[in-house]
């Protein structure tokens, strides 16, 4: 199994929302990704964990907030979102210090925050 | 942080003509270069990872070299096919971060 599956596809939420994004893979992967990608931009790097502790924050916000429970799942906690957060939130993963291995990616979320 | 470019940033071909991309990125650090093909409403898809200086890698028609001291790499298309429409990634990994840094991507489109 190469997938990672991404929940929901699709989040409209309002600014005082709280919602969460869920990321899975059984593929025996320890690190996990979060990027976030807006139109016609690169995807940009959020949150890295590997072995399940937290080990890069590109300075995102407080109103993310990510969290490993184990080796299969991450999730990114959305609260107080504003209208420019809406975007393609994206999560990968990969084996850890394999620089020749590559890293397998979900469809996405498409978060819309109105 | 990286700054990875890509050029051009799209592409309008006809089936049967061969093309390339250019992925540029910093040479300092230098750790890993991949490629991803990225179609519409799926997931990004690796195509190619390289390390070393030099390398040259193929997958049926399309394939790609990496010159990590200058800092570029090429991606060919060979004879592209309307199924070869799709918007292409290159990212690279530095040693200290060892996180992907990606461009804003390639779109390609082949006409039939």
């Known amino acids: 199994d190469t997938e990672v599956t991404q929940t929901p596809k699709h989040l409209v939420m309002g600014m005082t929302n709280k919602k969460s994004l869920k990321c899975e893979q059984h593929m025996g992967h320890r690190a996990m990704y979060w990027y976030k990608q807006k139109a016609k931009k690169p995807p940009e790097l959020m949150f890295v964990y590997s072995y399940e502790k937290l080990s890069i924050n590109e300075s995102v916000p407080s109103r993310f907030s990510p969290e490993c429970p184990n080796s299969s799942l991450l999730n990114l906690h959305l609260h107080a979102l504003q209208p420019e957060d809406s975007a393609l939130y994206l999560c990968a993963s990969s084996p850890v210090g394999q620089p020749n291995t590559e890293a397998f990616f979900g469809q996405g979320t498409r978060l819309t925050v109105v | ?112």
């Open chain 2, 1 to 112: 942080i990286l700054n990875v470019e890509q050029s051009p940033q799209s592409l309008h071909v006809q089936e049967g003509d061969s093309t390339n991309f250019t992925c540029s990125f910093p040479s300092s650090n230098f750790y890993a270069l991949h490629w991803y093909r990225w179609e519409t409403a799926k997931s990004p898809e690796a195509l190619f990872v390289m390390t070393l200086n030099g390398d040259e890698k193929k997958k049926g028609r399309i394939s790609a070299t990496l010159n990590t001291k200058e800092g570029y790499s090429y991606l060919y298309i060979k004879g592209s096919q309307p199924e070869d429409s799709a918007t292409y990634l290159c990212a690279s990994m530095d040693t200290g971060r060892r996180a992907l840094t990606f461009g804003s991507g390639t779109r390609l489109q082949v006409q039939p």
